[in-house]
């Protein structure tokens, strides 16, 4: 099995800055891909970015240039390094792990209040 613990969500100022870290644990060797989520209240879930165990990147067109997605080299944190953050990136933001034979893993979630 595989659990994915989010932290790092809070409070910031419009323009600032914040780095949101997963941690995977169990059985990583599983893990194909990671990637963040997002759902502000009534909206439904987005992707936000992701990353394979290649190295490859993908963003949503609202976070391209701003966001940044990475890996550690042990490959069992994912980073989503957020900035010039606006108002609309409020959200809980969650962590998502696709694993070998199309299994799933989510995170429990975790706040991102953008104040303007």
């Known amino acids: 099995q595989v659990q994915l613990v989010e932290s790092g969500g809070g409070l910031v100022e419009a323009g600032g800055s914040l780095r949101l870290s997963c941690e995977a644990s169990?059985?990583?060797?599983?893990?194909?891909?990671m990637g963040w989520y997002r759902q502000a209240p009534g909206k439904q879930r987005e992707l936000v970015a992701t990353?394979?165990?290649?190295?490859?990147?993908n963003y949503a067109d609202s976070v391209k240039g701003r966001f940044t997605i990475s890996r550690a080299n042990g490959k069992s944190t994912v980073y989503l390094q957020m900035n010039s953050l606006k108002p609309e990136d409020t959200a809980v933001y969650y962590c998502?792990?696709?694993?070998?034979?199309?299994?799933?893993?989510w995170g429990q979630g975790t706040q991102v209040t953008v104040s303007s």
């Open positions: 998502k792990a696709d694993r070998r034979l199309q299994l799933v893993a």
């Open positions: 169990g059985s990583i060797s599983t893990i194909n891909a």
């Open positions: 990353i394979t165990n290649g190295g490859m990147t």
